[in-house]
C-alpha cells in the first residue's frame, strides 16, 4: 500500500512539473519571439545608420564620425548575436515542448549547449531521461 501511494505522489509531481513547465515555456517562447521581432528592426536600423554614417564621413573625411559609423555597426553585430541566440533558446524550448507532447518529458533541458573538449559532460547524459515510460 505504501509503495503504490508514493508512486502515485511521485507520478502527481512529475504531472505538475509538466504543465507547470509547458505554461513556462510557451509564455518564455512568445516573449522571446516579440524580442525578436524588436531585434531585427533594430538590427537593420542601427546597421543601416551605421553605414550611412561611415559613408558620409568618408565623404567628407571626417574620422570622428567613422569610427561613430564603425560603433554603430559594431552594436548591430551585438544585436544580430542577440537575436541568434534567441532563435537557438526557441529550438531548444519547441524541442521540450514536443517531448511534453509526446509524454517523454521528465525536466527542462540545457538552454546552453555544454563545450565539445568537455570530457565530464556527455551529451547523451543530459537527453536520457531519469524515468522511462513504460
Given at each position: 500500500m ?5 508512486s502515485?505522489?511521485i507520478?502527481?509531481?512529475?504531472d505538475n512539473?509538466k504543465v507547470?513547465?509547458l ?6 517562447r512568445?516573449c522571446l ?5 524588436c531585434l531585427?528592426?533594430l538590427f537593420h ?12 564621413a ?6 570622428y564620425l ?9 552594436c548591430a553585430?551585438l544585436?544580430n548575436v ?9 529550438k531548444?524550448?519547441m ?8 509524454d ?7 538552454l ?8 565530464s559532460v556527455?551529451?547523451?547524459?543530459l ?8
Amino acid at each position: 500500500m505504501v509503495n503504490n501511494d508514493v508512486s502515485l505522489q511521485i507520478k502527481s509531481m512529475f504531472d505538475n512539473n509538466k504543465v507547470e513547465d509547458l505554461k513556462r515555456f510557451m509564455d518564455k517562447r512568445q516573449c522571446l519571439n516579440n524580442c525578436n521581432c524588436c531585434l531585427i528592426y533594430l538590427f537593420h536600423i542601427v546597421q543601416s545608420a551605421g553605414i550611412l554614417t561611415t559613408t558620409i564621413a568618408a565623404g567628407y573625411n571626417k574620422t570622428y564620425l567613422i569610427w561613430i559609423g564603425v560603433g554603430l555597426n559594431l552594436c548591430a553585430s551585438l544585436i544580430n548575436v542577440y537575436e541568434k541566440t534567441n532563435n537557438n533558446i526557441l529550438k531548444k524550448l519547441m524541442a521540450d515542448i514536443k517531448a511534453i507532447k509526446d509524454d517523454n518529458y521528465v525536466d527542462e533541458g540545457a538552454l546552453i549547449e555544454p563545450e565539445k573538449n568537455d570530457k565530464s559532460v556527455k551529451q547523451d547524459d543530459l537527453n536520457t531521461p531519469l524515468i522511462e515510460n513504460k
